[in-house]
């Protein structure tokens, strides 16, 4: 239900865009997030977005670099990535929860999940 893709190969400094497209419901209404798995690590929170679109947050290492949007007559979340560095490579997830703000990042309060799109950056 919810499909990520944008993801590729890019040198530091470069710039993609994640999409989540959803299908199947709306989730205009949902807090939404992207999150992301580097091999061998745990799988991380990067961004995420409230239901009513008023509240962002993002962790520390993209803050000023990766933005988080969503466009409702779509259903898509955007993640335009900015600035890229070789550590964020990793695979890209976007999830979407029922739940409040209060669980934006925790990988285990997103009941819906993208299969993942790969971003790797060169140095």
């Given amino acids: 239900q919810l499909q990520a893709s944008g993801g590729g190969l890019v040198q530091a400094g470069g710039s993609l865009r994640l999409s989540c497209a959803a299908s199947g419901r ?12 580097a091999p061998g690590k745990e799988r991380e929170f990067v961004a995420a977005l409230s239901s009513s679109g008023s509240s962002t947050e993002y962790t520390d290492s993209v803050n000023d670099r990766f933005a988080i949007s969503r466009d409702n007559a779509k259903n898509t979340v955007y993640l335009q990535m900015n600035s890229l560095k070789p550590e964020d490579t990793a695979v890209y997830f976007c ?4 739940l409040g703000w209060i669980g934006r990042r925790r990988h285990y309060e997103y009941g819906y999940w993208g299969q993942g799109t790969q971003v790797t950056v060169s140095s």
């Fill in 95 to 98: 999830a979407g929860s029922t």
């Fill in 26 to 37: 709306t989730f205009n209404n949902y807090l939404m997030g992207w999150f992301r798995q």
